[in-house]
Protein backbone atom coordinates (compact mmCIF):
# COMPACT_ATOMS: atom_id res chain seq x y z
CA UNK A 1 0.00 0.00 0.00
CA UNK A 2 0.60 3.57 0.08
CA UNK A 3 3.28 4.85 2.47
CA UNK A 4 5.95 7.47 3.54
CA UNK A 5 10.01 6.18 4.79
CA UNK A 6 12.00 8.80 6.53
CA UNK A 7 15.30 8.19 8.13
CA UNK A 8 15.27 8.23 11.82
CA UNK A 9 16.77 10.63 13.96
CA UNK A 10 18.04 12.82 16.32
CA UNK A 11 20.13 14.21 13.71
CA UNK A 12 22.37 16.34 15.60
CA UNK A 13 24.43 19.04 13.56
CA UNK A 14 26.29 22.28 14.77
CA UNK A 15 24.83 25.57 13.93
CA UNK A 16 25.74 26.56 10.13
CA UNK A 17 25.92 22.75 8.85
CA UNK A 18 24.04 21.72 6.21
CA UNK A 19 21.26 19.17 6.44
CA UNK A 20 19.73 16.74 4.69
CA UNK A 21 16.97 14.27 6.08
CA UNK A 22 15.79 11.37 3.50
CA UNK A 23 12.58 10.75 2.50
CA UNK A 24 11.33 8.53 -0.12
CA UNK A 25 7.29 6.99 -0.76
CA UNK A 26 5.38 4.66 -2.25
CA UNK A 27 2.30 5.14 -4.06
CA UNK A 28 0.07 3.68 -6.49
CA UNK A 29 -0.71 6.85 -8.16
CA UNK A 30 1.09 9.88 -8.20
CA UNK A 31 0.80 11.92 -5.01
CA UNK A 32 1.31 15.39 -3.82
CA UNK A 33 4.54 15.74 -1.15
CA UNK A 34 4.38 17.62 1.96
CA UNK A 35 7.39 18.67 4.70
CA UNK A 36 5.29 19.58 7.75
CA UNK A 37 7.29 21.11 10.51
CA UNK A 38 6.06 20.31 14.62
CA UNK A 39 8.14 23.10 17.10
CA UNK A 40 7.82 22.04 20.89
CA UNK A 41 4.86 22.18 22.48
CA UNK A 42 2.97 22.97 19.35
CA UNK A 43 0.91 21.43 16.39
CA UNK A 44 1.96 20.65 12.78
CA UNK A 45 2.58 23.49 10.49
CA UNK A 46 3.61 23.17 6.40
CA UNK A 47 7.07 23.81 5.85
CA UNK A 48 6.57 23.38 1.81
CA UNK A 49 5.33 20.84 -0.86
CA UNK A 50 5.22 19.92 -4.53
CA UNK A 51 2.49 18.56 -6.39
CA UNK A 52 4.03 17.12 -9.27
CA UNK A 53 7.26 15.37 -10.72
CA UNK A 54 10.56 17.46 -10.69
CA UNK A 55 8.63 20.82 -8.86
CA UNK A 56 10.69 21.95 -6.18
CA UNK A 57 8.92 23.61 -3.03
CA UNK A 58 10.82 26.07 -0.75
CA UNK A 59 10.21 28.07 2.18
CA UNK A 60 12.55 29.29 4.83
CA UNK A 61 15.67 28.44 3.41
CA UNK A 62 14.59 24.69 3.17
CA UNK A 63 13.79 23.00 -0.34
CA UNK A 64 12.70 19.43 -1.52
CA UNK A 65 12.78 18.18 -5.13
CA UNK A 66 10.20 16.06 -5.84
CA UNK A 67 11.84 12.71 -7.87
CA UNK A 68 9.27 10.30 -9.34
CA UNK A 69 12.55 8.36 -10.81
CA UNK A 70 13.78 7.36 -7.40
CA UNK A 71 10.03 7.77 -5.41
CA UNK A 72 11.77 10.71 -2.89
CA UNK A 73 11.47 13.68 -1.52
CA UNK A 74 14.59 14.74 0.37
CA UNK A 75 14.98 17.75 2.89
CA UNK A 76 17.46 20.17 2.54
CA UNK A 77 18.88 23.29 3.92
CA UNK A 78 21.92 24.90 3.53
CA UNK A 79 22.68 26.78 7.05
CA UNK A 80 21.11 25.45 9.85
CA UNK A 81 20.20 27.62 12.71
CA UNK A 82 19.44 26.43 16.68
CA UNK A 83 15.88 27.64 16.07
CA UNK A 84 15.45 24.66 13.39
CA UNK A 85 15.25 22.25 16.41
CA UNK A 86 11.73 20.30 15.90
CA UNK A 87 10.41 17.50 14.56
CA UNK A 88 10.06 17.09 10.60
CA UNK A 89 7.20 15.10 9.19
CA UNK A 90 7.40 13.72 5.38
CA UNK A 91 3.84 13.23 3.99
CA UNK A 92 2.18 12.21 0.71
CA UNK A 93 -1.11 13.39 -0.41
CA UNK A 94 -2.80 9.85 -2.03
CA UNK A 95 -4.20 10.64 -5.85
CA UNK A 96 -6.87 8.00 -5.30
CA UNK A 97 -10.90 10.00 -4.25
CA UNK A 98 -9.84 9.63 -0.70
CA UNK A 99 -6.85 11.79 -0.82
CA UNK A 100 -5.80 10.32 2.53
CA UNK A 101 -2.85 12.44 3.79
CA UNK A 102 -0.12 9.60 4.69
CA UNK A 103 2.75 10.70 7.01
CA UNK A 104 6.17 9.10 8.01
CA UNK A 105 7.32 8.71 11.50
CA UNK A 106 9.12 12.13 11.65
CA UNK A 107 12.50 13.01 12.47
CA UNK A 108 13.79 15.27 15.39
CA UNK A 109 16.18 17.87 14.97
CA UNK A 110 18.70 18.96 16.86
CA UNK A 111 20.76 22.07 16.53
CA UNK A 112 23.51 23.50 18.29
CA UNK A 113 25.37 26.53 18.64
CA UNK B 1 -5.69 32.61 8.99
CA UNK B 2 -7.31 29.16 9.12
CA UNK B 3 -7.82 27.52 12.27
CA UNK B 4 -8.59 24.46 13.60
CA UNK B 5 -9.42 24.25 17.08
CA UNK B 6 -9.52 20.70 19.72
CA UNK B 7 -11.50 21.54 22.27
CA UNK B 8 -9.24 20.44 25.04
CA UNK B 9 -5.31 20.70 25.35
CA UNK B 10 -5.13 17.95 28.30
CA UNK B 11 -7.73 15.33 29.11
CA UNK B 12 -7.48 12.30 32.05
CA UNK B 13 -10.13 9.87 31.62
CA UNK B 14 -10.63 6.66 33.45
CA UNK B 15 -10.37 3.26 32.17
CA UNK B 16 -13.79 2.35 30.86
CA UNK B 17 -15.20 5.93 29.77
CA UNK B 18 -16.76 6.92 27.15
CA UNK B 19 -14.36 9.79 25.89
CA UNK B 20 -15.45 12.55 22.78
CA UNK B 21 -12.48 14.47 21.23
CA UNK B 22 -14.05 17.14 19.32
CA UNK B 23 -12.72 19.49 16.20
CA UNK B 24 -13.95 22.50 14.44
CA UNK B 25 -12.58 23.92 11.50
CA UNK B 26 -13.41 27.26 10.02
CA UNK B 27 -12.41 26.86 6.53
CA UNK B 28 -15.73 24.91 4.93
CA UNK B 29 -12.75 22.23 4.44
CA UNK B 30 -14.46 19.14 3.03
CA UNK B 31 -11.95 16.34 4.32
CA UNK B 32 -11.39 16.04 8.50
CA UNK B 33 -8.75 13.85 9.93
CA UNK B 34 -7.88 12.44 12.56
CA UNK B 35 -4.54 11.52 13.57
CA UNK B 36 -2.63 9.82 17.03
CA UNK B 37 1.02 10.62 17.58
CA UNK B 38 3.42 8.19 19.64
CA UNK B 39 7.24 8.35 20.10
CA UNK B 40 9.07 6.56 17.27
CA UNK B 41 5.70 5.62 15.04
CA UNK B 42 4.77 9.57 13.85
CA UNK B 43 1.93 10.34 12.57
CA UNK B 44 -1.21 7.57 12.23
CA UNK B 45 -4.35 7.99 10.74
CA UNK B 46 -7.53 6.54 12.62
CA UNK B 47 -10.06 8.21 10.53
CA UNK B 48 -10.77 10.40 8.12
CA UNK B 49 -14.11 12.03 6.63
CA UNK B 50 -14.44 13.23 3.27
CA UNK B 51 -17.59 15.17 3.03
CA UNK B 52 -20.54 15.37 6.03
CA UNK B 53 -21.76 12.09 7.39
CA UNK B 54 -19.17 10.25 4.83
CA UNK B 55 -16.37 8.47 6.84
CA UNK B 56 -13.20 5.84 6.35
CA UNK B 57 -11.25 3.78 8.11
CA UNK B 58 -7.60 4.55 8.41
CA UNK B 59 -4.85 2.53 9.33
CA UNK B 60 -5.92 1.94 13.41
CA UNK B 61 -9.42 2.30 13.43
CA UNK B 62 -9.90 -0.40 16.53
CA UNK B 63 -11.35 1.01 19.70
CA UNK B 64 -12.70 4.23 17.96
CA UNK B 65 -15.72 5.54 16.26
CA UNK B 66 -16.30 9.00 14.77
CA UNK B 67 -18.85 11.47 13.82
CA UNK B 68 -19.70 14.40 11.33
CA UNK B 69 -22.92 15.80 11.56
CA UNK B 70 -22.10 19.02 10.24
CA UNK B 71 -19.36 20.36 7.68
CA UNK B 72 -17.36 21.74 10.41
CA UNK B 73 -17.52 19.40 13.13
CA UNK B 74 -15.85 16.49 13.45
CA UNK B 75 -15.95 14.35 16.33
CA UNK B 76 -13.49 11.09 17.54
CA UNK B 77 -15.22 8.95 20.29
CA UNK B 78 -13.41 6.04 21.99
CA UNK B 79 -16.21 3.57 23.10
CA UNK B 80 -14.24 2.49 25.97
CA UNK B 81 -10.65 4.15 26.83
CA UNK B 82 -8.14 1.71 27.80
CA UNK B 83 -4.36 3.13 28.91
CA UNK B 84 -3.39 1.81 25.36
CA UNK B 85 -5.26 5.26 23.97
CA UNK B 86 -3.33 7.59 26.06
CA UNK B 87 -1.27 9.21 23.33
CA UNK B 88 -1.62 12.39 21.83
CA UNK B 89 -4.50 13.06 19.70
CA UNK B 90 -4.16 15.19 16.15
CA UNK B 91 -7.17 16.47 14.10
CA UNK B 92 -6.63 18.23 10.55
CA UNK B 93 -8.74 19.54 7.78
CA UNK B 94 -8.31 20.14 4.39
CA UNK B 95 -10.04 21.10 0.76
CA UNK B 96 -11.19 17.91 -1.09
CA UNK B 97 -8.01 18.52 -3.82
CA UNK B 98 -5.44 16.03 -3.84
CA UNK B 99 -3.15 19.56 -4.39
CA UNK B 100 -3.95 21.25 -0.61
CA UNK B 101 -2.09 20.84 2.13
CA UNK B 102 -4.08 19.97 5.64
CA UNK B 103 -4.11 22.52 8.43
CA UNK B 104 -3.86 21.13 11.99
CA UNK B 105 -5.29 21.53 15.65
CA UNK B 106 -2.80 22.52 18.37
CA UNK B 107 -3.22 18.80 19.25
CA UNK B 108 -5.23 16.87 22.75
CA UNK B 109 -2.78 14.89 25.26
CA UNK B 110 -5.08 12.22 26.29
CA UNK B 111 -4.28 10.14 29.25
CA UNK B 112 -6.37 7.30 30.62
CA UNK B 113 -5.70 5.60 33.74
Known amino acids: GDSVTQMEGPVTLSEEAFLTINCTYTATGYPSLFWYVQYPGEGLQLLLKATKADDKGSNKGFEATYRKETTSFHLEKGSVQVSDSAVYFCAQRVSDSSYKLIFGSGTRLLVRP | DVKVTQSSRYLVKRTGEKVFLECVQDMDHENMFWYRQDPGLGLRLIYFSYDVKMKEKGDIPEGYSVSREKKERFSLILESASTNQTSMYLC????????????FGQGTRLTVV
Open chain 2, 92 to 103: ASSYGHPNTEAF
